[in-house]
């Protein structure tokens, strides 16, 4: 069954292209260091240039728990979250698709 990892991201005013870099950086340090990752996308709210929604899909739940587990997850996490005014996250498995 799919696995997905999702955060809702408000960058602080003035900080969204230091924001997007930051991001990009965390999950290219992701693809590296945890096996699993299978893709991620970065998405900006059209109505709200300063929202983002992220979305990774994962082979599994245990590379998704191991990649938060990682010794050096929070440093690469807290790059991009010191840039933001309120950040949450989720985990989802797919319930059904269209395609």
């Given at each position: 069954?799919?696995?997905?990892?999702?955060?809702?991201?408000?960058?602080?005013?003035?900080?969204?292209?230091?924001?997007?870099?930051?991001?990009?950086?965390?999950?290219?340090?992701?693809?590296?260091?945890?096996?699993?990752?299978?893709?991620?996308?970065?998405?900006?709210?059209?109505?709200?240039?300063?929202?983002?929604?992220?979305?990774?899909?994962?082979?599994?739940?245990?590379?998704?728990?191991?990649?938060?587990?990682?010794?050096?997850?929070?440093?690469?996490?807290?790059?991009?979250?010191?840039?933001?005014?309120?950040?949450?996250?989720?985990?989802y498995e797919l319930a059904t698709e269209v395609k």
């Amino acid at each position: 069954m799919k696995q997905y990892a999702s955060g809702d991201w408000v960058v602080a005013e003035g900080k969204e292209d230091e924001f997007i870099t930051r991001w990009t950086e965390f999950l290219e340090w992701t693809k590296a260091e945890a096996p699993g990752l299978i893709e991620a996308h970065l998405l900006r709210d059209t109505q709200d240039p300063r929202h983002f929604v992220s979305l990774s899909e994962w082979s599994d739940d245990a590379s998704r728990a191991a990649w938060r587990a990682h010794q050096d997850f929070p440093s690469h996490l807290d790059a991009a979250r010191s840039l933001c005014a309120s950040f949450s996250n989720s985990d989802y498995e797919l319930a059904t698709e269209v395609k």
